[in-house]
């Protein structure tokens, strides 16, 4: 059976989705300063070109590999410096100790753990001692992560925790290990609607007022039996209510803060050196 042509597959998907370089920019400059100092960096998936772009800006020489035709077309459109090349190939044939950085954005999540550390152990020999490495990933620890961003990719192999990560960057002689989440992809779920920075949502149900519920009738006899009845209702019926919006309260506090932490931003990093 005849093999498919799927070159261009990852460019056509990334257009059909809507991403754009002005929001991979935003999301991928909370990387930027990571790399103060560099002179130069290599982007390995770099697809088309965004992260380069801002390295440029920046001053750092910038090297972009990908295997997508397409994606290194649009980058090389833009006056950037991409090779449509394979990663392992290219890593395995760059002179040893030759950059100050290397960046990997939602690459490792598309490959087996075997090949990550041949990655990781690749890039370690192409770096300079003292050199850095980033490698960004969908967040495990985020529900919008497993509800919608992960599986949306048709070549996704498995989720990385960061700590995984960071466990690979140790075993392959990295040092100065960092993990963390990035803060430009945040709030997916909650969005606007979550309330003060600290994450407190406060009451959900408020409390009863029962003035509106039982207006204060203008026949003077009706008074004062509404007036009797209102004595009754703040003396047994109040206290009761009360305490369930309370209760109620307490426990749907309880679960917005877990479904809080469960919002989190849908990008996780790990970065690290090479000891000098």
């Known amino acids: 059976m005849k ?34 100092g560099c002179k130069k960096v290599i982007d390995l998936g770099c697809g088309d070109g965004d992260f380069l772009e801002l390295l440029e800006e920046k001053g750092i020489e910038a090297t972009g590999v990908d295997w997508d035709a397409k994606c290194c077309a649009e980058a090389r459109e833009r006056g950037l410096k991409v090779l449509c090349q394979d990663i392992f190939e290219y890593l395995g044939g760059i002179e040893e100790g030759s950059v100050d950085g290397v960046f990997c954005s939602h690459l490792v999540e598309h490959l087996p753990y075997e090949r990550v550390i041949e990655l990781l152990r690749l890039a370690h020999r192409a770096l300079r001692e003292g050199g850095k490495i980033v490698l960004s990933t969908p967040n495990v620890r985020g529900l919008f992560s497993h509800l919608e961003m992960f599986y949306l990719h048709f070549g996704h192999v498995t ?118």
Request: aromatic share 14%.
């Open 3 to 36: 093999s498919q042509d799927l070159g261009g597959l990852d460019y056509d998907f990334l257009r059909y989705i809507g991403v754009e370089p002005e929001t991979q920019k935003r999301i991928q400059s909370f990387y930027l300063p990571f790399f103060e």
């Open 159 to 276: 989720f990385y925790h960061p700590r995984l990560l960071g466990f690979f960057l140790e075993y392959t002689g990295y040092s100065e290990v960092i993990m963390g989440e990035n803060p430009e992809t945040a709030l997916p779920l909650w969005g606007h609607l979550r309330s003060e920075p600290s994450g407190e949502f406060g009451s959900l149900i408020p409390s009863i007022r029962y003035d509106p519920l039982l207006p204060l009738p203008s026949n003077p006899l009706r008074k004062v039996i509404w007036r009797g009845k209102m004595f009754l209702v703040r003396l047994l019926v109040q206290p009761y209510l009360d305490r369930i919006v309370g209760e109620m309260n307490a426990r749907l506090g309880h679960l917005s803060r877990t479904l809080e932490d469960l919002d989190r931003p849908f990008e996780g990093y790990a970065r690290a050196s090479k000891p000098e």
